[in-house]
């Protein structure tokens, strides 16, 4: 698949992103499903928010983090997150 | 070692809350208790509401709300709207029937996450027959109700030899209502299902070619319809790992408070299964006899105990190794490795002989003159 960098992303309406205290962790829930998150993709979805597209995320993010060169992880995960219906 | 704490409990992730027996449906492979015509206490609103936040508290997170069916108690939407303040991801396990769409949209304020409505056959006739009652067009007519509210669409079929044949025109319904999740659910053998067992068992080879078609459309509609396929454990060479082990993730409380470490826990005998009038949630997880009887590897007897693979299936299921060998200490036949494996021959076989047979029996339907005839 390939991402196009330039769509507006938003995260499933169907689906809730939300931190769990009991695991310490940020998690996407849907029927049937946990998904448990780490920082980075937790990050990364909170963006996906109607607003902004991939380019935008990873200007972000890099700034964010003051790292640059995360492109192949931020686009390599989005494609996974489309892939999976949590992101369209 | 049955009955020890364990340090290391991992707290519930699944709730699962069975708010009455009472259904208007009569489904011959329901997996409520053979007498649940009998249990007749019920528990109040404020008991329910004490639960959700206890079990919440402790870190479960996915909740569903089943029967019986779970819209004739009159406390649903208060219970539904109680589990969102919480933080649940909440699903009614529904029927459908007596659903309307003010209902849907009540819900839906109160904060139900999704519904999953079951259907019996994509055939008004035999779905009708199944159900013991008319309800085919009610029910697709309410799935579409659901996706048009906004809720994602989940679709349950139950999986059997009287449906079995028509997978194809099961998966075109489920396409044809909009269906974002399809729960193809092979049967599972216990309650009024295990009664029923020859009638519905289908043959290795209707099996063998309903997987084939599900999963081929499973490839044709990735990324629109997401596709659970619930296996035949039967005509497999390994057991599922039931509950993902035993007091590790599911929690059910039962209409009348009786937690369980699965919904099928309390044909088991001498669990002594703890009641959350009597216990707390966290209580019952961490100490109650029944929760810790099968957590860990202590209990098992050979050939699960130096079996590597323990680690993966833990055994099986406890209450099918109850069913089928008499003792839910033994290892569950439907591994290759057990030494009671013919007992799973012999149903299979049994179930044949009953689909040749020209006077085959008939189905028992679960509704409270049936049950309260078996008890």
């Known amino acids: 698949m390939t991402l196009d960098t330039t769509k507006t992303l938003s995260f499933s309406p169907y689906l809730r992103l939300q931190w769990e205290e009991a695991q310490q962790k940020h998690v996407i829930l849907y029927p049937e499903g946990i998904v448990e998150l780490n920082v980075p993709s937790t990050e990364i979805l909170k963006l996906c928010d109607g607003a902004h597209n991939a380019e935008d995320i990873l200007v972000e993010l890099e700034e964010k983090f003051k790292q640059p060169g995360l492109k192949n992880d931020i686009y390599g995960f989005l494609e996974v997150a489309i892939e999976n219906g949590w992101v369209s | ?375």
């Not at chain 2, 015509?37 to 997170?61: C, F, H, P, Q, Y």
């Not at chain 2, 390994?238 to 059910?252: D, E, H, V, Y």
């Not at chain 2, 703890?274 to 860990?296: E, L």
């Open chain 2, 1 to 375: 070692m049955a009955g020890s704490v364990n340090d290391k409990i991992s707290p519930p992730r699944w709730l699962l809350a069975e708010l009455t027996y009472s259904c208007p449906l009569q489904c011959p492979y329901c997996a409520n208790p053979i007498n649940f015509a009998n249990i007749k206490s019920e528990l109040n609103t404020e008991d329910w509401l004490r639960v959700l936040s206890e079990a919440r508290a402790m870190g479960a997170v996915q909740l569903g709300f089943s029967g019986g069916e779970p819209l004739i108690r009159q406390d649903l939407t208060e219970l539904v709207r109680h589990a969102r303040q919480l933080g649940y991801f909440s699903n009614l396990i529904t029927s459908g029937y007596g659903m309307t769409e003010a209902k849907i949209v009540e819900l839906k304020e109160a904060g139900l996450d999704h519904i999953q409505v079951s259907i019996q056959s994509p055939e008004k006739t035999l779905n009708d027959e199944l159900a013991g009652t008319e309800s085919y067009d009610h029910k697709k007519e309410v799935a579409r109700l659901v996706k048009k509210n906004g809720y994602p669409m989940v679709l349950c079929v139950v999986i059997h030899r009287k449906n079995i044949h028509q997978m194809h025109d099961i998966l075109a319904m489920a396409s044809d209502l909009g269906a974002d999740y399809l729960e193809l659910a092979n049967t599972q053998y216990y309650g009024w299902a295990h009664l029923n067992r020859d009638q519905l068992l289908p043959t290795k080879e209707q099996f063998v070619e309903a997987e084939s078609i599900a999963q081929a459309y499973k490839e044709k509609v990735k990324g629109k319809m997401k596709i659970y396929y619930v296996v035949p454990d039967f005509y497999e060479d390994r057991p599922k790992a039931c509950m993902n082990g035993w007091g590790t993730t599911f929690l059910t409380i039962a209409p009348d408070g009786t937690a369980l470490p699965c919904h099928s826990a309390r044909e088991l005998p001498g669990l002594d299964c703890p009641n959350v009038k009597d216990m707390n949630v966290h209580d019952i997880w961490h100490h109650s006899t029944a929760f810790n009887h099968f957590r860990g590897f202590e209990w098992m007897k050979e050939p699960c105990r130096s079996c590597p693979e323990k680690t993966k299936d833990f055994g099986g299921c406890h209450c099918q190794a109850y069913l089928l060998t008499g003792d839910m200490h033994n290892t569950d036949p439907a591994c290759s490795l057990s030494p009671d494996r013919q007992r799973v021959y012999d149903a299979i076989f049994q179930a044949r002989h009953d689909a040749e047979s020209s006077n085959a029996k008939p189905l028992v339907f679960r509704n409270p003159k049936n049950s309260k005839a078996l008890t």
